[in-house]
């Protein structure tokens, strides 16, 4: 990592990758990296996503309204698989079950979080990614306490269409699922943490090829466009450490 980018300027840089090729579609951002993610996408290499406020709005790269999508048309994108989702995982397993419901039994919880919300529907209808800004053995689980969003095993007994889950960004790397039997996998870990690091940081066997590649850092324009106009606040340093 050069003293030009920091780590969380990675994780945006990562996760506008998920976007990359995706074309005309609906990029659906949960949470501020991903976000900054989507709009650093918008604003350089993915110039036809869609954008929008999560409710009716349709919103150019610099978020001021550009059009109407209501609802009820949402449903119809996700429908035909023309969305692409990054959302938060509490917990994920290594054939990408998310778990964003509750921690413990679930007739007996110790901690209750989001309930399932619409990842059900959303995961096995169109791509997916996942940002966990906490690589842990607590978030990244042998097997997740409650489905939320549908994984690879699941996945395939119920034969999803438009399920791919694309990557999985950390702080400390970025996974996917490009293994035989569609378990998690090291992509690429970032600029200056240990291959070590993220192989103790989780809680299953991980897929770890030969020679695993370094994240890529932005561009100069990248973080010109982070610093000046997407982020000027540098809110995205106090989400990752």
Known sequence: MTALSSRPDICVAACADAWRGDGAILASPTGLIPRLGALLARRTFAPDLLLTDGEATLLDEDEHPE??????????????????????????????????????????????????????????????????????????????????????????????????????????????????????????????????????ATGFPLAVPDDVPTTREPTGEELRLLREHLDPEGLREKEVR
């Open 67 to 200: 059009g109407w999508l209501p609802y009820r048309a949402v449903f119809g994108l996700v429908a035909a698989g023309a969305r692409h989702v990054m959302m938060g995982a509490s917990q994920i397993d290594r054939h990408g079950n998310q778990n964003i419901s509750c921690i413990g039994d679930w007739k007996r919880p110790t901690a209750q979080l989001l309930c399932v919300r619409g990842a059900p529907g959303n995961t096995v209808n169109h791509p997916t990614s996942y940002w966990i800004p906490r690589h842990s053995p607590r978030s990244l689980v042998p097997r997740v306490d409650m489905v939320s969003g549908v994984g690879y095993d699941r996945a395939a007994t119920a034969g999803a269409r438009f399920h791919e889950i694309r990557v999985v960004v950390t702080n400390l790397a970025v996974l996917d699922f490009a293994t035989p039997d569609h378990t998690m996998r090291l992509r690429s870990v970032h600029p200056g943490v240990p291959l070590a690091e993220v192989v103790a």
